[in-house]
């Protein structure tokens, strides 16, 4: 097999330095919680590459997510002509590996705090031909703090297409401003990540407004919460630098719990901050709303007669806008077409996937999504059939989409009072 291990052009210093750098604090916890037993060679194939794990930190499960970087990745390789990608938190490379295969990068450096990785990470991208010339590099491994990385590499003026923080286990805020000064600016793209189940279901509020600047509540829909929190935390960071961000698409699994978000950067600040605000649900009546900035101070709900009211909690700031970009995502799923990744019977999880985010891209549709069983539970009723509940909703002259996010959840800007209605008019038509 051709070893790829190539050699050294950048001025870079952590590029070829194989001296590790100790530093006081590693910010990426997941090599300090993972257990490290000894050496054991283990190979897994994803999309027909086959690949060794050995005991990097690896979950099967994140397929999904690789499979959507990879589409965007394409994506901005056709419409820029170029591709040079930072996987800044690498793993065992594969992701890396299919940036270079699929995605046809020009440039990967795959970068991960361990350096016993290294042989691993190597040898699975050695699987890539060189491409170019006998003094172009096409890949380069490093051992390095993720943020050091990206600090050399903007101080060095040498920038990204697209950088990958997959921060499995830490806080991605941690990394966001360093991310977004190493990238482009003509529309980079930064994938995005949180684990934090806790903060996003309301229940660190104070780490949340740390970590995001969102005091987060709990709320029946807080795996989208989720979401919304780490794009406002992204709008943020990017306000400040004088950037703003565009969500493109937003992946929720429930294996970590894991939040994904691709960004979209470019130059000028935020000026329109009507998706950069506050949500708030009633826990007596159900009702959801947005709040903006000036009305801080006179949140009502229907139950109170339109008085200020006690019984809304509030959750913000947080992103309010659409979760994807409903052409963008089109495209992605024209491309896995073409790729034969979905379609005549293949790959139905990723393609029922792509439509479910084409349908919550409608915006008409609401923040959050309301729970069938909760509908049930203030009605009083059983759970009405998902698709007829969603008929009738059309009919009532609403929107409503399935969520990827909740299988037994719709997205719709009908009031909770209305889905009420239709769920208890189901049930006497039932019987």
Not at 137 to 160: C, G, I, K, P, T
Request: aromatic share 10%; charged share 20%; net charge neutral.
């Amino acid at each position: 097999m051709l070893n790829l291990a190539p050699k050294t052009l950048s001025p870079s210093p952590f590029l070829f330095n194989p001296i590790p750098i100790p530093f006081p604090q590693n910010p990426n916890p997941k090599f300090l919680t993972q257990s490290r037993p000894s050496f054991k060679s283990e190979y897994q194939t994803e999309r027909g590459h086959e690949f060794e794990t050995g005991d990097t930190f690896f979950w099967h499960e994140s397929a999904t997510g690789r499979d959507l970087s990879v589409l965007a990745a394409s994506l901005y390789k056709k419409s820029k002509s170029r591709l040079r990608v930072l996987d800044a938190l690498c793993g065992c490379g594969i992701r890396s590996l299919r940036y270079l295969v699929e995605a046809e990068a020009d440039f990967v450096l795959a970068n991960d705090a361990n350096e016993e990785y290294r042989r691993i990470i190597s040898e699975n991208l050695s699987r890539v031909d060189r491409g170019f010339g006998e003094n172009e590099r096409r890949w380069v491994v490093s051992h390095f703090d993720a943020n050091r990385v990206m600090a050399e590499r903007y101080l060095q003026r040498d920038f990204f297409d697209l950088i990958d923080v997959d921060s499995f286990g830490s806080d991605s805020s941690f990394f966001l401003r360093n991310a977004m000064n190493a990238l482009k600016l003509d529309g980079g793209l930064l994938y995005v990540t949180s684990t934090d189940g806790y903060s996003s279901g309301g229940h660190r509020p104070h780490h949340s407004l740390a970590a995001y600047g969102a005091y987060v509540r709990p709320m029946p829909f807080s795996n989208e919460v989720g979401l919304r929190m780490l794009i406002g935390g992204a709008v943020r960071e990017a306000s400040v630098l004088g950037y703003n961000v565009t969500p493109l698409f937003s992946y929720y699994s429930y294996h970590g719990p894991v939040f994904r978000v691709m960004l979209q950067l470019n130059r000028g600040k935020l000026v329109d901050d009507r998706y950069y605000g506050f949500i708030s649900y009633c826990h007596q009546c159900g009702n959801s709303d947005t709040i903006s900035w000036d009305k801080l101070g006179q949140i009502s709900c229907p139950c109170s007669d339109s008085k200020v009211s006690s019984y809304p909690v509030v959750s913000g700031p947080l992103w309010t806008g659409p979760l994807h970009d409903a052409a963008y995502v089109t495209e992605m799923l024209n491309l896995a077409e073409q790729w034969g990744w979905v379609g005549s019977g293949k790959g139905t999880d990723l393609e029922k996937l792509l439509k479910l985010m084409v349908d919550e891209s409608d915006p008409r549709l609401s923040f959050g999504y309301i729970k069938l069983d909760e509908v049930a539970s203030r009605a009083k009723v059983n759970s009405p059939p998902l698709m007829t509940m969603m008929s009738t909703i059309h009919k009532e002259g609403y929107a409503a989409s399935r969520s990827h996010i909740a299988s037994n959840a719709i997205k719709t800007n009908c009031p909770m009072t209305v889905c009420i209605r239709i769920a208890k008019n189901l049930q006497e038509c039932h019987s």
